[in-house]
Each structure stands twice: as structure tokens, then as C-alpha cells.
């Protein structure tokens, strides 16, 4: 009977076990693409001459922000005291970019290109953890936010679509 129920144990999730780890590692790891995406579409926005896409940027931006909220408290409910993410290398770079297109002057088709990338980048995030073995709950909350993230990338490229023949 004990090593049973050390085994039944060894599952929980709450306590530190391979399950909460990975899903902690899968969190962390949409945490900092959603950092990066914040970051982007606020960065973005702030170059867009039109002002309906500034306003979408910047709402997006906060969505972002949101998400991130979402997946920290989920992360607290499971025992993690305290989150600190600050996105990656690649989507600092990729801010930098966007900031490098937008001073030469490479308008709202060249800053849409660069924003459906890193849509494209936080597709892939949500498909990758989305892949792996986690909690209903948590799994239901990232399909949730991945229909945004989807939604969110379409409204971007044809957007993009859109102003390359204006």
C-alpha cells in the first residue's frame, strides 16, 4: 500500500512534481512570448499613422498584458510566489526592428510585416504549450487566449494585406 500511495503522491500537481514543473515551464515560457507581444504592439502602435490600427495596437497591447496576468495567477495558485519575466532576446530584437523600420520610414505596410511576425512567433508559443500534457483548467484558459492570439494575427495580416494595396 505505501508505494502506492507515494506513487498517487508523486502526481499531484500542487506539490512540486514533474506535472507542475513542466506546467510551470510551459507558463513561463507564454509569459515571456506575451511580454514580447505586449511590448510589440504597444511599440508598434505608438508608430502607426492610422488611428483606428493605433487604437487596435494599443488595445492589443493591453489584451497582452492581461494574458500575462492571467497565466501569473495561475502560476501563484499552484505555489509560485513571485514571477519575474521579462520577455526574450529574440523578441527585444524584433521590437528593435520594427522601431529601426519605423525610423527609416517604412510606414504602416513595413510595421504591419513586422507585427504579423511576431504574431506568428506567439501562434507558435500557444501551439507549442498547447502540445504538451497540462491541467483542464489551464488548458481551457490558453485555448481561450490562443483564440485571441489567432484572431489578433488575422486582423494584423489583413490589415497588412490591405494597406500594400492603398
Same mark, same amino acid.
Given at each position: 500500500? @505505501?508505494?502506492?500511495?507515494? #506513487? ?8 512540486? =512534481? ?9 507558463? %513561463? ?7 514580447? =507581444?505586449?511590448?510589440?504592439?504597444? +511599440?508598434?502602435?505608438?508608430?502607426? &499613422? ?11 497591447? %493591453? &489584451? ?13 495558485? @499552484?505555489?509560485? @510566489? ?16 520594427? +522601431? ?12 504591419? #510585416? ?9 501562434? &507558435? @508559443? ?41
Amino acid at each position: 500500500m @505505501a508505494p502506492a500511495r507515494k #506513487e498517487f503522491m508523486s502526481t499531484n500537481t500542487v506539490d512540486g =512534481s514533474t506535472k507542475n514543473k513542466e506546467m510551470e515551464s510551459v507558463l %513561463l515560457d507564454l509569459i515571456k512570448t506575451l511580454e514580447d =507581444s505586449q511590448k510589440g504592439f504597444a +511599440d508598434i502602435g505608438d508608430h502607426l &499613422k492610422d488611428i483606428s490600427l493605433k487604437r487596435f495596437f494599443l488595445a492589443e497591447s %493591453l &489584451k497582452r498584458a492581461n494574458f500575462r496576468a492571467e497565466l501569473e495567477n495561475e502560476l501563484h495558485r @499552484a505555489g509560485m @510566489a513571485d514571477v519575474k519575466e521579462s520577455g526574450t532576446v529574440s523578441g527585444a530584437i524584433h521590437r528593435t526592428w520594427g +522601431d529601426l523600420k519605423a525610423k527609416l520610414g517604412a510606414g504602416d505596410h513595413g510595421l504591419l #510585416e513586422t507585427a504579423e511576425q511576431g504574431e506568428d512567433e506567439a501562434k &507558435k @508559443a500557444y501551439e507549442k504549450a498547447l502540445d504538451r500534457d497540462l491541467p483542464l483548467p489551464i488548458r481551457e484558459l490558453l485555448v481561450e487566449q490562443q483564440e485571441q492570439v489567432l484572431a489578433s494575427h488575422d486582423f494584423v495580416k489583413a490589415s497588412r494585406d490591405a494597406s500594400a494595396a492603398k
